[in-house]
């Protein structure tokens, strides 16, 4: 069967329609299905990411809070220390104007020190020199402990102060005796210096402080 001009233009024409509603309902298809892929994947993406930000977020808040509380702590334990270290600080004054009353350091005692860490800088550079590093390292470890007893004698040269007691004890060397009765028992006797009409105090200090008191009082009297 031959078909005419006309019927092979319909044909092509019907293909020709056939093609385009197929590419038409292609592009619908594919645009319908690419924003239904895009919101599914947009919503699982957004699932997971919810199920992995979530717990990092619970995390970052539970460490924050940790940071907090070991920055208070560190806060609490640093005002401790230096609560601690002004505390030290007193003792060791103390203990310094103690060592000094007890057995006081001179200005020699302190050239001395100083001269026998120059001694050992001498000696750490000559074993350095040799080639032998333990003893030059011991020997300035021994320089700078003999230097910071130095600097702890004018520590202590600047920071002495007599003990409360000390006049107390020259006024009884001075104004009192003392007997021994038997091995095991001392008696010391002093003026009193206070009469009936005074106070008398409790307290063997404060007594002592009373007569030196009174006895200043008559030298005074004495010389006027």
Sequence with gaps: MELTTPQIYGIF???????????????IGLRAGRDAGEKQG????????????HPLREALAEHRDLLDARTREAMTLRANIKAEADDHGKVERGLLNRLAA???LSDEDHAVLLAVANKLELAAGTFAGLGSHDHARFSRH???????????IKKAQANT??????ELIEWLNDNAVH??????????EMPTLLTAADTWPPHLRQMLRAGIAK???????NAA
């Design 142 to 152: 021994l320089m700078a402990q003999v230097l910071d007893i130095a600097d702890r």
């Design 179 to 188: 007997y021994i009765p038997d091995m095991s028992l001392v008696q010391i």
């Design 102 to 104: 007890a057995a006081p």
């Design 42 to 53: 947009r919503e699982t993406a957004a699932k997971h990411c919810k199920a992995i930000v």
């Design 13 to 27: 024409a019907a293909l020709s329609c056939a093609a385009i509603a197929g590419f038409i309902f292609y592009c």
């Design 215 to 221: 006895q200043a009082a008559e030298a005074v009297e």
């Design 161 to 166: 102060q007599p003990h409360p007691d000390s």
